[in-house]
């Protein structure tokens, strides 16, 4: 009975420790969203060595990873992609009137890739998605506003710098069938 109750506890507790840790469960390539995560800002990238040389390498930064939908019945108006402390400002607004899906209160938007650029029609591994400095070079490219060809792509990645000034990326799938626009986003944001 001990060794029953020892085995059925490890199956129930090792699955929910993988997606705790995003280690699990996705066949795309992306972390479980673990929901909203306080994520303390760890100040200025960049400290001096103490040895003349002005920089030391960048530490590592926590992560905001969160996925919803914006729809014509949804409960999403006005988004914050970072929850954590730092988080104040909203970056995403849909209107369920018109189906508008924008940046606001300052966050820029760049494409990084869309439709089945892939094979097998989709990204599904890490590496198929931008990291912080290739978002980082694409601000030449920043825009405030999204393009509607590229929100009607069978799936499209943003590099997006938030309101708050923190990099990231979106992923946004069309939700087929519905009136007005309706939108599947994933976020990913790292903050330092």
């Avoid at 993988?18 to 280690?23: D, P, R, T, Y």
């Avoid at 760890?42 to 040895?51: A, I, V």
């Avoid at 710098?161 to 944001?189: C, M, N, W």
Wanted: hydrophobic content about 35%.
């Amino acid at each position: 009975m001990c060794k029953r109750v020892r085995v059925v506890a490890a199956l129930v507790i090792c699955p929910v420790i993988l997606v705790a840790c995003g280690l699990g469960g996705r066949s795309d390539g992306l972390p479980t969203p673990p929901g909203d995560i306080p994520c303390p800002a760890s100040g200025s990238q960049f400290t001096d060595n103490g040895l003349g040389m002005g920089l030391q390498p960048h530490g590592p930064a926590c992560r905001d990873v969160k996925e919803f939908q914006f729809q014509e019945a949804g409960q999403e108006t006005v988004v914050n992609l970072e929850s954590s402390s730092v988080g104040r400002i909203a970056d995403l607004s849909y209107d369920h009137f018109t189906g508008e899906l924008k940046p606001i209160n300052g966050a820029k938007v760049s494409l990084y890739a869309k439709g089945g650029g892939w094979w097998g029609g989709g990204p599904n591994k890490r590496s198929d998605y931008p990291g912080e400095l290739e978002c980082q070079g694409k601000r030449s490219e920043e825009q405030g506003a999204f393009d509607k060809d590229d929100l009607v792509a069978q799936f499209a990645i943003f590099c997006i710098k938030t309101a708050e000034g923190h990099d990231g990326f979106l992923i946004v799938r069309p939700i087929a069938d519905q009136k007005p626009d309706a939108y599947y986003v994933y976020s990913y944001i790292w903050i330092r």
